[in-house]
Protein backbone atom coordinates (compact mmCIF):
# COMPACT_ATOMS: atom_id res chain seq x y z
CA UNK A 1 0.00 0.00 0.00
CA UNK A 2 1.11 3.19 -0.43
CA UNK A 3 0.09 6.77 0.77
CA UNK A 4 -2.39 8.58 -2.43
CA UNK A 5 -2.76 12.08 -2.67
CA UNK A 6 -6.03 13.46 -3.46
CA UNK A 7 -8.22 16.62 -3.30
CA UNK A 8 -10.78 15.82 -0.85
CA UNK A 9 -14.14 16.67 -0.28
CA UNK A 10 -16.66 17.69 1.94
CA UNK A 11 -20.43 16.75 2.07
CA UNK A 12 -22.23 17.68 -1.59
CA UNK A 13 -23.45 20.99 -1.77
CA UNK A 14 -22.57 21.11 1.70
CA UNK A 15 -19.88 24.18 0.91
CA UNK A 16 -17.32 22.56 3.25
CA UNK A 17 -13.55 23.53 2.15
CA UNK A 18 -11.49 20.83 0.84
CA UNK A 19 -7.76 20.12 1.29
CA UNK A 20 -5.21 17.39 0.38
CA UNK A 21 -5.58 14.24 2.64
CA UNK A 22 -3.26 11.19 2.64
CA UNK A 23 -5.27 8.00 1.91
CA UNK A 24 -3.62 4.62 1.73
CA UNK A 25 -5.21 2.18 -0.70
CA UNK A 26 -3.94 -0.46 -2.94
CA UNK A 27 -1.84 0.81 -5.86
CA UNK A 28 -3.00 1.26 -8.94
CA UNK A 29 -1.17 -1.11 -11.42
CA UNK A 30 -0.47 1.61 -14.83
CA UNK A 31 -0.11 -0.29 -18.06
CA UNK A 32 2.90 -1.05 -19.61
CA UNK A 33 4.44 -0.54 -23.08
CA UNK A 34 7.89 -0.93 -24.13
CA UNK A 35 10.23 1.66 -25.87
CA UNK A 36 12.32 1.26 -28.83
CA UNK A 37 15.34 0.40 -26.40
CA UNK A 38 13.64 -2.38 -24.23
CA UNK A 39 13.03 -0.66 -21.25
CA UNK A 40 9.09 -0.69 -19.52
CA UNK A 41 7.59 2.83 -19.96
CA UNK A 42 4.62 3.66 -17.51
CA UNK A 43 2.02 5.67 -19.36
CA UNK A 44 -0.71 8.15 -17.79
CA UNK A 45 -3.95 6.78 -16.65
CA UNK A 46 -6.82 7.77 -15.47
CA UNK A 47 -9.03 5.21 -13.61
CA UNK A 48 -11.89 5.28 -11.02
CA UNK A 49 -12.96 2.84 -8.11
CA UNK A 50 -16.66 2.90 -9.77
CA UNK A 51 -16.69 1.88 -12.99
CA UNK A 52 -14.22 0.48 -15.48
CA UNK A 53 -13.22 1.39 -18.72
CA UNK A 54 -16.64 1.23 -21.39
CA UNK A 55 -18.90 -0.12 -18.05
CA UNK A 56 -21.69 1.66 -16.79
CA UNK A 57 -21.30 4.13 -14.05
CA UNK A 58 -23.75 3.39 -10.88
CA UNK A 59 -26.51 5.09 -10.66
CA UNK A 60 -25.14 7.29 -7.66
CA UNK A 61 -23.36 9.08 -9.83
CA UNK A 62 -25.57 10.50 -12.14
CA UNK A 63 -28.91 12.81 -11.78
CA UNK A 64 -31.27 9.62 -11.31
CA UNK A 65 -29.30 8.88 -8.00
CA UNK A 66 -26.97 11.19 -5.30
CA UNK A 67 -25.39 12.84 -8.19
CA UNK A 68 -22.30 12.47 -6.99
CA UNK A 69 -18.64 12.82 -9.10
CA UNK A 70 -17.15 9.91 -9.21
CA UNK A 71 -13.84 9.03 -7.65
CA UNK A 72 -11.03 9.26 -9.84
CA UNK A 73 -6.74 8.28 -9.53
CA UNK A 74 -4.50 9.03 -11.98
CA UNK A 75 -0.72 7.56 -12.22
CA UNK A 76 2.24 8.21 -14.46
CA UNK A 77 1.59 12.31 -15.04
CA UNK A 78 4.26 13.57 -17.72
CA UNK A 79 7.49 15.35 -16.19
CA UNK A 80 7.45 18.46 -15.52
CA UNK A 81 3.18 18.85 -14.35
CA UNK A 82 2.15 21.52 -12.65
CA UNK A 83 -1.45 21.44 -12.59
CA UNK A 84 -4.57 19.07 -14.00
CA UNK A 85 -7.93 19.97 -15.48
CA UNK A 86 -10.70 17.93 -16.32
CA UNK A 87 -13.41 17.86 -18.41
CA UNK A 88 -16.55 15.33 -18.49
CA UNK A 89 -18.87 15.12 -21.91
CA UNK A 90 -20.88 13.14 -23.82
CA UNK A 91 -20.84 13.21 -27.15
CA UNK A 92 -24.13 11.11 -28.08
CA UNK A 93 -26.34 14.24 -26.52
CA UNK A 94 -28.93 14.83 -29.16
CA UNK A 95 -28.27 18.75 -28.75
CA UNK A 96 -24.33 17.93 -29.83
CA UNK A 97 -22.00 17.00 -26.83
CA UNK A 98 -23.31 18.01 -23.40
CA UNK A 99 -20.77 19.15 -21.14
CA UNK A 100 -21.07 17.73 -17.85
CA UNK A 101 -17.60 18.80 -15.56
CA UNK A 102 -15.44 21.02 -15.83
CA UNK A 103 -12.92 21.46 -13.22
CA UNK A 104 -9.27 22.89 -13.38
CA UNK A 105 -6.07 24.24 -11.14
CA UNK A 106 -6.32 20.52 -9.43
CA UNK A 107 -2.82 20.77 -7.77
CA UNK A 108 -0.03 19.22 -9.78
CA UNK A 109 1.17 16.49 -6.79
CA UNK A 110 -3.08 15.16 -6.33
CA UNK A 111 -3.03 11.91 -7.56
CA UNK A 112 -7.13 11.96 -8.16
CA UNK A 113 -10.18 13.24 -7.02
CA UNK A 114 -12.39 11.90 -4.27
CA UNK A 115 -16.03 10.63 -4.41
CA UNK A 116 -18.60 13.69 -4.52
CA UNK A 117 -16.28 17.03 -5.07
CA UNK A 118 -18.90 19.49 -3.98
CA UNK A 119 -19.70 22.01 -6.52
CA UNK A 120 -17.80 25.42 -5.00
CA UNK A 121 -16.59 27.11 -7.69
CA UNK A 122 -12.91 26.89 -5.68
CA UNK A 123 -11.47 24.55 -3.88
CA UNK A 124 -8.94 24.41 -1.09
CA UNK A 125 -5.60 23.39 -2.48
CA UNK A 126 -6.42 25.89 -6.17
CA UNK A 127 -8.96 23.68 -7.88
CA UNK A 128 -11.63 25.89 -9.79
CA UNK A 129 -14.62 24.58 -11.04
CA UNK A 130 -16.40 25.72 -14.37
CA UNK A 131 -20.21 25.63 -15.51
CA UNK A 132 -21.63 22.57 -16.97
CA UNK A 133 -24.72 22.34 -19.60
CA UNK A 134 -26.96 22.14 -16.95
CA UNK A 135 -25.48 25.59 -16.26
CA UNK A 136 -24.48 24.91 -13.01
CA UNK A 137 -21.29 24.64 -11.23
CA UNK A 138 -19.13 21.67 -10.42
CA UNK A 139 -20.18 18.03 -11.35
CA UNK A 140 -23.67 17.15 -13.11
CA UNK A 141 -24.29 13.49 -13.73
CA UNK A 142 -25.74 11.21 -16.63
CA UNK A 143 -29.32 11.97 -17.18
CA UNK A 144 -29.74 10.66 -21.11
CA UNK A 145 -33.15 10.05 -22.64
CA UNK A 146 -34.68 7.10 -22.25
CA UNK A 147 -33.85 3.98 -23.95
CA UNK A 148 -30.76 5.12 -24.90
CA UNK A 149 -26.83 4.39 -24.27
CA UNK A 150 -24.73 7.49 -23.89
CA UNK A 151 -20.92 7.30 -23.68
CA UNK A 152 -19.15 9.42 -20.55
CA UNK A 153 -15.99 10.92 -21.53
CA UNK A 154 -13.77 11.52 -18.82
CA UNK A 155 -10.85 13.65 -19.91
CA UNK A 156 -7.95 14.56 -17.68
CA UNK A 157 -4.92 17.13 -19.00
CA UNK A 158 -1.57 17.11 -17.33
CA UNK A 159 -0.41 21.09 -18.04
CA UNK A 160 2.64 22.49 -17.40
CA UNK A 161 1.40 25.22 -15.33
CA UNK A 162 -1.83 26.47 -13.18
CA UNK A 163 -4.05 28.30 -15.69
CA UNK A 164 -5.40 31.81 -15.22
CA UNK A 165 -8.92 31.61 -15.36
CA UNK A 166 -12.03 32.97 -13.11
CA UNK A 167 -13.90 30.27 -11.59
CA UNK A 168 -17.33 29.40 -13.81
CA UNK A 169 -15.63 28.70 -17.17
CA UNK A 170 -17.38 26.93 -19.71
CA UNK A 171 -15.51 24.06 -21.48
CA UNK A 172 -14.49 26.28 -24.91
CA UNK A 173 -12.97 28.94 -21.97
CA UNK A 174 -10.78 26.05 -20.82
CA UNK A 175 -9.36 24.57 -23.72
CA UNK A 176 -8.57 27.99 -25.41
CA UNK A 177 -6.67 28.30 -22.26
CA UNK A 178 -4.94 25.32 -22.23
CA UNK A 179 -3.64 25.37 -25.94
CA UNK A 180 0.44 24.79 -25.50
CA UNK A 181 0.13 23.95 -22.15
CA UNK A 182 -0.88 20.47 -22.36
CA UNK A 183 1.72 17.83 -21.63
CA UNK A 184 0.17 14.62 -21.82
CA UNK A 185 -3.97 13.50 -21.64
CA UNK A 186 -5.51 10.20 -20.08
CA UNK A 187 -9.14 9.27 -20.70
CA UNK A 188 -12.03 6.88 -18.74
CA UNK A 189 -15.21 6.50 -20.95
CA UNK A 190 -18.08 5.26 -18.46
CA UNK A 191 -21.65 4.43 -20.18
CA UNK A 192 -25.14 5.20 -19.02
CA UNK A 193 -29.08 4.74 -20.03
CA UNK A 194 -31.70 5.57 -18.29
Same mark, same amino acid.
Given at each position: ?20 L ?22 F ?34 ? !???? %??? /? ?5 ? +????? =? &? ?18 P???L ?5 ? !???? %??? /? ?5 ? +????? =? &? ?44
Amino acid at each position: MRATRFLSAGARGGGTATFLLPLLMVSVMPSLSATPQGDPAMSFALSSTAFEQGQYIPKKHTGEGADLSPALQWVNPPS !GTKS %FAL /ICDDPDA +PVGTW =V &HWVIFNIPGEAEGLPEGVPPDKELKGGARQ !GVND %FRK /IGYGGPM +PPRSS =V &HRYFFKLYALDNPLILNPGVKKADLLKAMEKHILGQAELMGLYKR
